[in-house]
């Protein structure tokens, strides 16, 4: 990586118009006699290639060859709040020791948070080497600046090689601010991860609308970060034995600093998470009209279901955004899915493909979501529907 430099003391009218013109982006312009290079370069080097010799130069950053060797460990970010560790934790840390397995390193838990024992505790029954706890009482609200400056001191006196973290709404906003702190890079959002033998890993995600799988690596700083979706890895079993060790950790009081001060806390009801769903109804654009959905409800209501939709319904106004499966919606994994009126397009697909049982109707029997549905009807939904519900409710077939 490098930045393209504008040397104005060579810029006269002439090289101006020149590297103006040979921009294939128009991304250079030239103004009260200063040449600039604006947010539409593509770094294509045009300008330093063929413009007149010395104008623009392109320089590497220079960066100091990292010690991997200095850099240990898995650490998996555990989230506590409310008396409740967040699975998404115990997810991670089944992957962690997965990854661990290629180098022999350690896995370890950061816990941070307020009257932590119980949490502590619980997490010794994962296998995991060690638990590192930052027990105040001043931790009891979530403040992003204030958690980053503890997560900062961990990462200054532990070392991690790896950090994992949920892509939750406290792992999406503590994540990046470790990564500004320590100039290091970020994957968000992570479907699966490989780890090399000289401790890179590997970070893989869905990219460009989920048409490919990008394979993203840290090579030249640590630690490595990535955040992962809940219900994408799945959580080891609970060993009957503990063997964590736990570790306090001393909290600099200089670390403590926050500018956020939380004046009062309005607890919003709880919603089912669909991500916590058994069992979910989903519903696509082969639904007709929004008063149709009451059918959809009332299956719902009759399995104890969620129910939830493809992005053009919630484009539609049917749903809220909570309620989307999908790259840019939720990730599920459900006992039972089942799908009316749904094409299987990839971006539905990698948020559902993970669920036990998944029965697809739909009238097209070439549809996609064949493809990933262990049981399928090629049929109307609104011929199944009615035959269905009537069967749940014990009536005539
Ligand atoms: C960057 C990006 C991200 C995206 N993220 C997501 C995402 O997270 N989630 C998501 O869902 N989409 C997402 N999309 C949109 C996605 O590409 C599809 O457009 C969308 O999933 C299609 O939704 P659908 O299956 O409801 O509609 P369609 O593809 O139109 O399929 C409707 C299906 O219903 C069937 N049908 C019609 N009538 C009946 C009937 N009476 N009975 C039974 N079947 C019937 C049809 O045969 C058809 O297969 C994303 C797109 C982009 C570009």
């Known amino acids: 990586m490098g930045v393209l430099k504008v040397h104005q003391d060579r810029v006269n009218e002439e090289t101006a118009e020149e590297m103006c013109k040979m921009c294939p982006f128009h991304a250079i312009t030239y103004e009260g006699k ?5 947010a539409g370069c593509r770094m294509c080097k045009a300008c330093v290639k063929k413009g007149s010799s010395g104008v623009i130069t392109y320089e590497e950053f220079q960066r100091p060859e990292i010690d991997k060797d200095a850099w240990k460990g898995i650490v998996v970010y555990a989230e506590w709040e409310d008396d409740r560790i967040h699975p998404v934790t115990f997810e991670l840390i089944g992957k962690a020791r997965e990854l661990a397995e290629v180098n022999r390193q350690p896995v370890s838990v950061l816990l941070i ?6 949490a502590g505790e619980e997490l010794r029954h994962y296998g995991v080497d060690c638990i590192y706890t930052y027990e105040d009482q001043r931790f009891l609200e979530f403040k992003a600046s204030l958690y980053a400056n503890i ?3 961990f990462v200054e006196k532990v070392h991690p090689s790896v950090m994992l973290f949920g892509a939750t709404i406290k792992g999406r906003s503590l994540a990046p601010r470790i990564a500004a702190r320590f100039r290091t890079g970020l994957t968000a959002d992570c479907t699966s991860l490989e780890m090399k033998s000289n401790t ?4 893989i995600r869905p990219a460009f609308g989920g048409n490919i799988m990008a394979q993203i690596n840290t090579p030249n700083s ?3 970060l990535c955040t992962v979706r809940y219900k994408v890895f799945t959580a080891p079993e609970r060993n009957e034995g503990a063997d964590g060790i736990i570790k306090s950790m001393d909290i600099p009081e200089e670390k403590m600093k926050s500018g956020i ?7 919003k009801p709880r919603e089912v998470d669909l991500a916590e769903a058994e069992t979910i109804i989903a519903v696509g ?7 149709d959905l009451l059918m959809v409800k009332e299956l719902a209501g009759l399995l104890n279901a969620q129910v939830a939709c493809t992005r053009p319904l919630i484009e539609a106004g049917w749903f809220d955004a909570r309620h989307q499966i999908g790259l840019s919606g939720r990730t599920v994994k459900p006992k039972l899915l ?3 009126g749904i094409s299987g397009s990839v971006q539905f697909v990698a948020g559902m493909r993970a669920a036990e049982c998944i029965i697809a109707v739909n009238t097209d029997k070439h549809a996609g979501i064949f493809d990933v549905a262990h049981y399928g009807f090629a049929g109307d939904l609104y011929e199944v529907l009615p035959v269905l519900l009537r069967q749940l409710k014990g009536g005539a077939k």
């Open 113 to 118: 948070g307020d009257k932590l024992g119980k």
């Open 285 to 291: 654009r082969g639904i007709r009209t929004q008063s």
């Open 151 to 153: 997560v900062e001191n």
């Open 338 to 340: 089942i799908t009316l």
């Open 200 to 203: 890179d890993l590997v970070q």
């Open 222 to 224: 640590r630690p490595q």
């Open 34 to 38: 200063k040449l600039e290079i604006g």
């Open 261 to 267: 001060e939380v004046l009062h806390r309005v607890e």
